[in-house]
């Protein structure tokens, strides 16, 4: 069963922004989409470690505020390159917080 952490409430997360967050052993950027989502991934760029939370955020995507590689918030791929990832996470809302499982979600291979 999958055990979700309390990492902050939406009025501490508004729309268009992300905030990292350590959930169990990991540190995960929490983003709040402009449509009313939320959506994690991990918060280290793969490129060079710069943190994903401070990136520019738009369109489902987070631009790395270093040297903009953007990646998809639904599922963490690159959005130049889709075989470059970093892992996603469950995140849900109880009330007005915001909850996130530390267990990377686990994508099924194609048919």
């Keep these: 069963m999958m055990e ?3 990492v902050t409430t939406k009025s501490e997360l508004p729309p268009g922004t992300g905030q990292a967050f350590i959930v169990g052993e990991r540190l995960i950027a929490v ?3 402009a449509d009313g989502q939320f959506r994690a991934i991990d ?3 793969p490129h060079q470690g710069a943190s994903l939370a401070e990136g520019y955020v ?8 270093w040297h903009g ?3 998809r ?5 690159w959005a130049d390159n889709p075989r470059l990832k ?6 849900r809302v109880e009330g007005d917080e915001i909850q996130v499982c530390p267990e990377p979600l686990v994508e099924t291979p194609p048919v």
């Design 73 to 77: 918030l639904c599922n963490g791929t």
């Design 58 to 65: 738009e369109d489902g995507t987070v631009a790395c505020p």
């Design 31 to 33: 983003f709040h989409l």
């Design 86 to 91: 970093v892992h996603a996470y469950a995140v």
């Design 69 to 71: 590689w953007r990646f």
């Design 4 to 6: 979700f952490q309390t």
């Design 43 to 45: 918060d280290a760029c």
